[in-house]
């Protein structure tokens, strides 16, 4: 991917209280080589409560919900070529050339269509070909056993791409579902807020941008 990295894990309020586990939303924040902006955004978790040898299983997000602003994202998949707008599903709907440029949400971590599994549940209007994901959706693994289990201490939830002129400040609520692997009882902690850009993802991009002048 040809992009320019400007700030990365910038840490978002919760709505509810962190749970063992589950932490919270962060975002990772790249300036992509067409000039548009890719946020990914991630899912946290420590190792508070995880037995021995067991590890953190991500399930599902469900009831999103925008609290301000507008996600104004954009689609590069091939449902664009047709008239349509895109959709939120990638995989085998993206090449790999242009999934970085693409906005989609993921169940299991990934992008690829090899292991993608991910299902948009019934919330997504018109299959969530839209520019903002609609109040309520959510999105599942529909193929348990692919790569939704937890590492590095955080799971990718979404990646969304904006054009520069449309980055402005975007907030919603998301919950999640996870369970620890060895067991089937879930573990929902409840709405957590993640917010693009963050405040600090905006300062760090103000100052690379001042130290490019700089240097200049």
Same mark, same amino acid.
């Given at each position: 991917?040809?992009?320019?990295?400007?700030?990365?894990?910038?840490v978002f309020? !919760?709505?509810?209280? /962190? %749970?063992?586990g589950?932490? *919270?939303f962060?975002? @990772?924040r790249v300036v992509? &080589?067409?000039?548009n902006?890719q946020?990914?955004v991630?899912a946290n978790?420590?190792?508070?409560?995880?037995p021995?040898?067991?590890?953190?299983?991500f399930l599902?997000?469900?009831?999103?919900?925008?609290?301000?602003?507008t996600?104004?994202?954009?689609?590069?998949?091939?449902?664009?070529?047709?008239?349509?707008?895109?959709t939120?599903?990638?995989?085998?709907?993206?090449?790999?050339?242009?999934?970085?440029?693409d906005?989609?949400?993921t !169940?299991?971590g990934? /992008? %690829?269509?090899s292991?993608? *599994?991910?299902a948009? @549940?019934p919330?997504?209007? &018109?299959?969530g070909?839209?520019?903002d994901?609609?109040?309520?959706?959510?999105?599942?693994?529909?193929?348990?056993g692919t790569?939704?289990?937890?590492?590095?201490?955080?799971?990718?939830?979404?990646?969304?791409v904006?054009?520069?002129?449309n980055?402005?400040?975007y907030?919603?609520?998301?919950s999640?579902?996870?369970?620890v692997?060895?067991?089937?009882?879930?573990?929902?902690?409840g709405?957590?807020q993640?917010?693009i850009?963050?405040?600090g993802?905006?300062?760090?991009?103000g100052l690379?941008?001042?130290?490019?002048r700089?240097?200049?």
């Amino acid at each position: 991917m040809n992009a320019f990295f400007v700030s990365s894990v910038a840490v978002f309020a !919760a709505a509810s209280t /962190a %749970t063992a586990g589950f932490t *919270g939303f962060s975002a @990772d924040r790249v300036v992509l &080589s067409n000039g548009n902006i890719q946020y990914k955004v991630y899912a946290n978790f420590n190792d508070v409560g995880l037995p021995a040898g067991q590890s953190w299983v991500f399930l599902n997000a469900y009831s999103h919900a925008t609290v301000s602003g507008t996600m104004n994202a954009v689609h590069q998949d091939f449902f664009v070529q047709d008239g349509e707008v895109g959709t939120w599903q990638a995989g085998s709907s993206v090449s790999a050339a242009d999934r970085d440029f693409d906005s989609w949400v993921t !169940a299991s971590g990934l /992008a %690829t269509s090899s292991g993608w *599994g991910t299902a948009l @549940d019934p919330g997504f209007t &018109s299959g969530g070909t839209v520019g903002d994901i609609n109040n309520g959706a959510g999105w599942y693994d529909a193929t348990p056993g692919t790569a939704n289990t937890v590492t590095g201490g955080r799971m990718l939830m979404m990646q969304i791409v904006r054009t520069l002129a449309n980055d402005s400040v975007y907030t919603a609520n998301l919950s999640i579902t996870y369970k620890v692997s060895n067991t089937s009882t879930p573990i929902q902690p409840g709405a957590f807020q993640y917010t693009i850009p963050a405040p600090g993802a905006v300062a760090l991009a103000g100052l690379a941008g001042l130290a490019g002048r700089r240097r200049r």
